[in-house]
């Protein structure tokens, strides 16, 4: 059982609401005019700590995140003791998913993260040149970011984002991600108590609230479709919605790659990373296969690849999950015994690769191969994923992957990658097809 564990962070001397708790996560009974008072006291904080250079937020803010890094540091250790339980990972892919997503969290990474995006990061500070005219970017304060519980880290991302862009904000984060956004915040206080003044983090069950508070001129959500619509419901007419809601990755495979052990391996980490859970987790894959002989080579190294990969990082203890796969596993084999035309390559608890009419795959570390007689076959099919699409990994020959992408592009994908990549797209992405850093900020022209 996972021990208590208190889902909020606040600066010193915030009047608390009552407490309320979900078995052993501890929580607010958060209203919306409470909140409105949070946002007020945070929006004077950040007025009263005025407008710091964006490289000395970066540098603080990167010294917090190295920590979570630093194999010798309590609050690693804290963190790895804590989000198992919290998660839903097992101990070991917790660790793997702290570190991929803390390596984004470290001063160089955040200064690139500000110059990729923003060019010059003192358009934060002051008026600087942009062709024709001067441009300032000034925080839409203060901000409330509504994440999603599936990833952790999603939430601690997004509230560097509005720290780093000079906003006071409320991160109000998922149950399954609640771990490192409170302990960042938390070491943030010891450090810089004048930034952690700016920010809170405040857990409570659901996503909307009814009524919504006021205040924020920002809000950022991240969740399944219902979650979005419930906010845009809800939220001020005065606030700008950033939206991330589902999305969904897959990969393309060329004739060659397909039959290529590292493309089988890395297939299989694309799937297994974050159990499948985030939207840049491969759940089908495209397989150029004009012979009809590729998928049936490439599915038993694919589940060869998660047996050995799963060793190394194993699927959580999910008994009520893993009896309903196996059972679905179960059904696909009675049915390929049959004579249909259904094939599985089973990898126990590690997962496995399906072949064939499927139907829905079930949550954990499962994948379909989807064999075409081209690339453009495959393309055609991923058509049909569009509103939701998110990245594509294409695996093609370098004379042929810039004409590919662009077709993915043209497919509705938002970012072409390759399977070694997908599951960590670098700070700087375009996330769903536009910055993250601008989205909060109100750009003024100063012209003449």
Do not use: N
């Amino acid at each position: 059982m996972s021990e208590p564990f208190d889902a909020w962070s606040l600066p010193p001397d915030v009047s608390l609401p009552a407490r309320r708790s979900e078995g052993t996560l501890g929580f607010l009974e958060v209203t919306a005019p409470w909140l409105d008072a949070l946002l007020g006291r945070l929006e004077e904080a950040r007025v009263e700590r005025g407008v710091r250079p964006a490289a000395e937020t970066a540098e603080v803010l990167g010294r917090v995140g190295q920590r979570f890094l630093d194999p010798a540091d309590p609050l690693r250790a804290q963190a790895l003791d804590a989000l198992p339980g919290r998660s839903g990972l097992s101990v070991e892919m917790a660790a793997h998913v702290l570190d991929g997503m803390a390596r984004d969290w470290t001063t160089d990474r955040l200064l690139l993260h500000l110059e990729a995006e923003l060019g010059d990061p003192s358009v934060l500070e002051r008026f600087v040149p942009d062709g024709p005219r001067q441009v300032r970017a000034l925080p839409r304060s203060p901000a409330l970011h509504v994440g999603s519980g599936s990833v952790p880290g999603v939430t601690t991302t997004s509230l560097i984002r509005g720290l780093l862009v000079g906003s006071a904000l409320v991160v109000k984060p998922g149950a399954g991600d609640v771990v490192l956004p409170v302990l960042f915040h938390r070491a943030l206080a010891e450090l810089d108590p004048a930034l952690a003044a700016t920010c809170a983090v405040v857990y409570w069950p659901g996503g909307a609230l009814d009524p919504w508070p006021t205040r924020p001129r920002a809000v950022v959500v991240y969740g399944d479709d219902r979650t979005i619509a419930a906010v845009r419901r809800s939220a001020p007419v005065h606030a700008r919605l950033v939206e991330y809601p589902h999305r969904v990755s897959v990969a393309v495979l060329d004739a060659e790659r397909a039959d290529a052990d590292p493309v089988a391996e890395a297939l299989a980490a694309a799937v297994g990373t974050f159990e499948r859970r985030g939207c840049v987790s491969a759940y089908q894959a495209w397989v150029e296969d004009p012979d009809g002989d590729r998928c049936a080579r490439l599915g038993p190294r694919v589940a060869e690849a998660l047996r050995t990969w799963g060793g190394r990082l194993p699927p959580p203890e999910d008994l009520g999950g893993a009896a309903l796969r196996r059972q679905w596993i179960s059904t696909l084999q009675m049915r390929s015994a049959a004579g249909e035309a259904v094939q599985v390559w089973d990898a126990g608890a590690a997962g496995c690769v399906v072949l064939g009419d499927v139907g829905a795959l079930p949550d954990g570390r499962v994948v379909a191969l989807r064999p075409v007689p081209d690339l453009e076959t495959a393309f055609t099919e991923v058509d049909a994923l569009r509103p939701h699409l998110q990245s594509v990994a294409l695996e093609a020959g370098p004379e042929w992957r810039d004409a590919w992408a662009e077709r993915a592009a043209r497919a509705g994908a938002l970012r072409v990658t390759t399977l070694a990549d997908l599951p960590w797209p670098p700070a700087w992405w375009h996330h769903d097809g536009s910055g993250s850093l601008e989205p909060l900020l109100d750009l003024v022209d100063l012209e003449g």
